[in-house]
C-alpha cells in the first residue's frame, strides 16, 4: 500500500490539473430559442471546432448554452466558468457584477450590426411622451436601462412606462394590434418578419436604435490564464475563413469572430451612462 500511495496522490493532482486546464463557455441568452439540452449536440461541434483550431486536445475546450436568465446567470458565477458569450443588453446589465471583460465581438447570421426597433399599433405612438402608462415589452426587458440605452436617440420614455422581460413577442405584438398599450422592442430579426404577420397592416415601427453591437464574447474575471488567450482568439478568427469552420460556426448561428472595436463599444457605454441620468 505505502508503494501504490505515492501514484494515486499522483494521479489525482494529474486529474485536478486537467480539470483546471479545460477552458468552459457558456453562450448565454436569455429568451432565444432552444433549450440547453436541444442545443449541447451543436455547442459540442462548435467546442470540438474551436480546440482543434486552437492545437488543443478536445477536453480543453467545453461549450453549454442558457436561455434562462437565472440559470445563465449563476452559471457564468460558477468558478469552472472561463468564458461567456452574450448579447449586448446581457453584457452592460449583468457585465460588471459577473466581471466580464470584453474579448471579442461575436457577428450574428444576418446582419453585422443589431438594430432595435420599437412597435406599436398604427397612429398610437408620435413622441416618447405617448408611453405613458403603457407597457414596452421584449428580449431586452429584463434591462429596462438597456430599452432606454436603445431608444435614447429618440428620446426619454416616461417614468411611468412599465418595462418589462417577455420572450413571447408574437403575443406581444398581436396585443398591440388588438388595441392594448402595450409596444414591443424587437430584434433586427424579428423586425423583418413583422410584413409576415397577418395582422401586421395595423402595426408600425416608431423609433429604431442606430445599428449596434450584436453579441460579444467576454473573458469572465481572471480565469483565462494568459497563455491561453491568444491562440484562442487566433483560433476565432480563423475559424470562419474554412468551409468546416464556417459550418461549425453556423450550427451556432455565428458568421465569425472579430477583433472588439474598442470605440464602438465605448460609444454603446456612454450612450448606457446617459439612460441612467
Known amino acids: 500500500m505505502k508503494r501504490i500511495t505515492p501514484v494515486l496522490a499522483a494521479l489525482a493532482l494529474f486529474s485536478t490539473i486537467a480539470v483546471a486546464d479545460t477552458l468552459t463557455l457558456v453562450a448565454w441568452a436569455p429568451g432565444y430559442p432552444g433549450t440547453t439540452e436541444q442545443a449541447q449536440p451543436s455547442m459540442d461541434e462548435f467546442a470540438a471546432g474551436v480546440a482543434v483550431a486552437a492545437g488543443w486536445d478536445a477536453a480543453e475546450f ?27 443588453p446581457v453584457y452592460l446589465e449583468f457585465g460588471e457584477s459577473l466581471g466580464l471583460r470584453p474579448l471579442m465581438r461575436v457577428v450574428q447570421e444576418g446582419a453585422d450590426d443589431e438594430t432595435w426597433s420599437l412597435v406599436a399599433r398604427k397612429g398610437a405612438i408620435g413622441a416618447p411622451s405617448d408611453l405613458s402608462g403603457w407597457a414596452i415589452k421584449g428580449l431586452p426587458g429584463f434591462s429596462p436601462r438597456f430599452v432606454k440605452t436603445a431608444l435614447v436617440s429618440w428620446g426619454t420614455l416616461p417614468d411611468d412606462a412599465e418595462i418589462a422581460f417577455n420572450a413571447r413577442v408574437l403575443s406581444v405584438l398581436r396585443k398591440a394590434a388588438a388595441g392594448e398599450n402595450v ?20 402595426l408600425e415601427v416608431v423609433a429604431a436604435s442606430g445599428p449596434m453591437v450584436s453579441s460579444l464574447l467576454c473573458v469572465v474575471g481572471d ?10 482568439v487566433e483560433a476565432l478568427l480563423t475559424l470562419g475563413g474554412t468551409e468546416a469552420g464556417g459550418e461549425v460556426l453556423a450550427a451556432i448561428r455565428v458568421v ?22
Open 62 to 88: 467545453r461549450a453549454t448554452y442558457s436561455p434562462k436568465i437565472d440559470e445563465g446567470r449563476e452559471r457564468i458565477g460558477s468558478d469552472d466558468v472561463s468564458l461567456a458569450l452574450v448579447p449586448l
Open 223 to 232: 480565469r483565462l490564464p494568459g497563455d491561453r488567450e491568444e491562440p484562442l
Open 183 to 202: 409596444a414591443a422592442l424587437l430584434d433586427r430579426a424579428q423586425t423583418e418578419a413583422l410584413p409576415r404577420l397577418p395582422f401586421a397592416a395595423d
Open 256 to 277: 465569425r469572430f472579430e477583433t472588439l472595436d474598442t470605440e464602438a463599444l465605448a460609444g454603446v457605454r456612454r450612450m448606457w451612462g446617459d439612460a441612467a441620468d
